[in-house]
DNA sequence: TTTTAAGATTTACAGTTGTAAACTATGAAC
DNA sequence: GTTCATAGTTTACAACTGTAAATCTTAAAA
């Protein structure tokens, strides 16, 4: 059972849309998304609705076009994403999985220096070898 | 429309399994799943089965139990769901991204050091600023 | 050889997701 | 004040998932 609401994918892209603007009308995320997928508006407006439905999205109802406002931060959104995902890897692969996507994403100078940095000060407490623990009971 | 077979999330977890046994019949998956997991035999069962038709299990069959491989490697499927979530994100955001993963993830010495070192040689060509490219159109 | 328990396969069913058409309401133009 | 076009809401429907019971098979015990 989902205790709590989830993101679909597609609904993501239309995030991303509305995080990047700020905010939005549903007018503008369809333009973009036109370019970009092969989606028609209605599909389009039907992940509008579902992340309202969601408390992803709140519209300004004001008067129509609605304006459409994020009620979570990107940050935040992708922190859970990604942690969600690595806490279902196996502990001993996930040091292998990050280099390899460092590897093939472009980084900036600054998060490069920054990881850097985090890197050696875990470095200081770091264990010879992380122990798999897939076969493991979970506490819950 | 799907074109590739995907792992769900449930079925997920029976993998993780038997890449860390490298093989197991039912009741091994069955025994450690009960362990970690509400789901009952029956559940586990419909995984194994679900995998299977989407090809990432083999059974040998000759004689029951049946004994299960998989026909993915764990490395590969771990790449494949990493890069699949970091396909979606904002270009400017991966880094920051990555650096919260680092901070809360156990990471052997072996692995600090090789990331260091992949983002010692990213720094000699890495951009001073990565561009947010949530807007523009795609090339599908 | 019959019985039976373990294991494999089928069937089930509701909720989520991708995908979109049909329908309704409203601001703006006439 | 009507009439539209635009925007928002409902309805639709198949595939995928989580969850599991019911049923069929077969190796092993009796």
């Known amino acids: 059972m989902k205790e709590v609401e989830t993101m679909s994918r597609a609904e993501w892209q239309v995030m991303r849309i509305i995080w990047t603007l700020g905010q939005a009308t549903s007018k503008q995320v369809i333009e973009i998304l036109e370019q970009k997928t092969d989606w028609k508006a209605a599909t389009i407006k039907t ?48 040091g292998n999985a990050i280099n390899e996507i460092i590897e ?12 850097i940095a985090t890197l050696n000060q875990k470095a200081k407490t770091a264990p010879e070898e992380v122990e798999c623990d897939c076969l493991e009971a979970d506490l819950k």
């Open 47 to 94: 992940l509008i609705i579902r992340l309202q439905k969601k408390h992803f999205l709140k519209a300004v109802e004001e008067k129509r076009p609605y304006i459409y406002q994020p009620t979570i931060e990107e940050d935040v959104a992708i922190k859970e994403n990604v942690t969600d995902l690595f806490d279902n890897l196996c502990c001993m692969r996930k």
């Open 104 to 115: 093939s994403s472009a980084i900036s100078q600054a998060d490069i220096s920054k990881m």
